[in-house]
Structures are given as C-alpha cells and as structure tokens.
C-alpha cells in the first residue's frame, strides 16, 4: 500500500505545526488504525482530546515518535541495550513498550503510573508529522472508548467531523491489528 506524502509537504505541515503548538487536537494515520493526537506538554490539548474520546486520564496514552531523541524527555532508560530493544526493525510489526517515565513526563501522559507507554515508527506519515513539530506525538486510536478503531479519515470525519481540528489525510499502513505492548523491563505482553 503506498503512503503518499503529498499530503504531508510544504504549507501543509506548517500548517499542522501552528495547529500543533496552539493546543490543537488532531486525527492521522499511524500503522494500523487512525490515531488522535496532540502535543504531549499541552494538558488542555490532552483534556480535550480525552474528553472527545471519553477515556480516563488515570490510563495514559502512548507517545509516538520517529526518534529516541523524541522520547528522550518522557523515558527513563539509562543503558543503550534498552533504547535499542525500542528501536524499529523494517520485519517487526508495531511494537509499543511500557518504560520507566521520566521525572519530567507529565502525570496526564503516564495517568495513574510510574510508566509511560511509548512506540518508534518509521511509518512515513508520522515521520513527516514528528519531524515538522520535532517533538513526540499524543497517540490513542481514534474512536469513542469501547468502540472500533477507525481506519480512514473518512470513518473518523463521520465519527468526530468539527470536534477535531485537523484530520490529516492519508493511508493506515498494513498492520492488520493495533500495536502489541510489552513490559521493557519483564518482556510481559500486555497487549
């Protein structure tokens, strides 16, 4: 399946990167499903996304980024043999890992834990999205809790249509099912 980058040039993601910084809170496509997102250090941002998805901000969310200096703020890792078990492999399918959080992650990204949920994609989608804001992203499927996942901006345009301020156009990529979660320190999939 082609990931067209047309959406994703020039004053597009300039675009996105004013609606970023402004608390906006967005759709995109990420591997499998369509995600809802925001920035990360924005608590009103990540209210209101909560709000719309009507999940509890005691769960967390994950945080997806294209590099580990990305993550950097949120995580703590103190040896490379753990940052690189979060590294990208092009055969492994999308892999979200429960990590020690930083002292810095906010208590409304890690909710009620001491952990903080985290994935490294090089889906070129959120490349281009993580790159344009040079941050980490907000990332929870996009759907009303207990409900499916959507898979097109079509589905999340019927689903949400103006109480989101950006969907951003483009292809989920071939994963069949959402991200596995795994524990880095114990190898437990929660997922």
């Known amino acids: ?3 067209s980058l047309s959406h994703y040039t020039g004053w597009k993601l300039q675009q996105f990167r004013r609606l970023f910084y402004s608390g906006a809170v967005f759709a995109y496509p990420t ?6 997102g925001c920035d990360p250090w924005n608590y009103a941002a990540l209210s209101s996304l909560l709000e719309l998805k009507q999940r509890s901000m005691s769960k967390g969310v994950i945080l ?4 580990k200096e ?3 703020p949120f995580v703590s890792l103190k040896s490379n ?3 690189s078990k979060l590294e990208v492999g092009n055969d492994k399918k999308p892999t979200t890992w429960i990590v020690p959080a930083s002292a810095e992650c906010p208590v409304w990204i890690r909710g009620a834990h001491t952990t903080v ?3 490294l994609t090089n889906f070129p989608p959120v490349v281009a999205l993580c790159g344009a804001v040079g941050s980490a992203l907000v990332s929870t499927s996009a ?3 207990g409900h499916p996942a959507l898979k097109s901006a079509l589905m999340v345009e019927a689903e949400f249509g103006l109480e989101l301020d950006q969907i951003m156009v483009g292809n989920c990529g071939g994963s069949d099912r959402a991200s596995e979660i795994i524990e880095l ?3 437990k999939r929660i997922r």
Do not use: K
Request: aromatic fraction near 8%.
């Open 143 to 145: 759907n009303r809790s």
């Open 185 to 187: 320190n114990s190898g």
């Open 31 to 36: 591997e499998a499903v369509y995600g809802l």
């Open 70 to 72: 990305q993550l950097a």
């Open 64 to 67: 997806l980024a294209t590099t």
């Open 117 to 119: 949920a985290v994935r």
């Open 81 to 83: 043999a753990n940052w």
């Open 1 to 3: 399946m082609s990931h």
